[in-house]
């Protein structure tokens, strides 16, 4: 089991910018893939971005390439994600997730709670 735990999110105005952040614990982190997602009120949830196990390849849905980043640091167990230029069509409940593989169709075995972005126009 891999618990997952966000932190990070809040009210922001359009133009800002947020770090969010995901700790891990129960099993070793850089065994897994991570993404961020995210679910708007009355919305599927969407992906946004994911990164691989070690890093070294990172991937973005289209409406956020150019103002998000994901990054990870295997040693603090953390994955982050960086959202500059913020939109209100950003506001959303953001996920993190863990799984075996990155990218946007890969299944993601693990789920954090969620934390609140807001961004006011």
């Known amino acids: 089991q891999v618990q997952l735990v966000e932190s990070g999110g809040g009210l922001v105005q359009a133009g800002g910018s947020l770090r969010l952040s995901c700790a891990a614990s129960?099993?070793?982190?850089?065994?897994?893939?991570m993404g961020w997602f995210r679910q708007a009120p009355g919305k599927e949830r969407e992906f946004v971005a994911a990164?691989?196990?070690?890093?070294?390849?990172?991937y973005y849905v289209d409406s956020v390439k150019g103002r998000f980043t994901i990054s990870r640091a295997n040693a603090k167990n953390t994955v982050y994600l960086q959202m500059n230029s913020l939109k209100p069509e950003d506001t959303a409940v953001y996920y993190c997730?863990?799984?075996?593989?990155?990218?946007?169709?890969?299944?993601?075995?693990?789920w954090g709670q969620g934390t609140q972005v807001t961004v006011s126009s």
């Open positions: 129960g099993r070793t982190f850089s065994d897994y893939a």
């Open positions: 997730a863990a799984g075996a593989v990155a990218g946007p169709g890969a299944v993601y075995n693990y």
């Open positions: 990164v691989s196990r070690s890093g070294g390849s990172t």
